[in-house]
Nanobody, 130 residues
Framework: QVQLVESGGGLVQAGGSLRVSCAASGRPFMNYVMAWFRQAPGKEREFVASITWSGDKTYNTDSVKGRFTISRDNAKNTVYLQMNSLKREDTAAYHC???????????????????????WGQGTQVTVSS
């Protein structure tokens, strides 16, 4: 499995921006679809965004479309989540996850379920204040 370490979380005012990063090690990074999930206090973990191994296909959950952008730099073994126009409801621990690319699952939208991801980071806290 690949090891994942997130960074870049913090406190930001509503309407502001933040970028979180996830550094991968241990396995060839390009074998993996990468994703961000988040978990707010008292709520279940939810899918946020995913990106295919090449970076040419991405998918966002509806609540963050137009505000969040997932990207990856395979040379640096790192995936990013740029978050703009943050809202209080975006407050959560953000976790990155890695899933082995599966045959016939070619789109980022095919990788939204937690059970597809075998590797998880410890999370980075994002808190949005009003």
């Amino acid at each position: 499995q690949v090891q994942l370490v997130e960074s870049g979380g913090g406190l930001v005012q509503a309407g502001g921006s933040l970028r979180v990063s996830c550094a991968a090690s241990g396995r060839p990074f390009m074998n993996y679809v990468m994703a961000w999930f988040r978990q707010a206090p008292g709520k279940e973990r939810e899918f946020v965004a995913s990106i295919t191994w090449s970076g040419d296909k991405t998918y966002n959950t509806d609540s963050v479309k137009g505000r969040f952008t997932i990207s990856r730099d395979n040379a640096k073994n790192t995936v990013y989540l740029q978050m703009n126009s943050l809202k209080r409801e975006d407050t959560a621990a953000y976790h990155c996850a890695a899933a082995r690319t599966r045959p016939y699952y070619e789109d980022a939208s095919d990788y939204t379920e937690e059970k597809m991801y075998a590797s998880w980071g410890q999370g980075t806290q994002v808190t949005v204040s009003s």
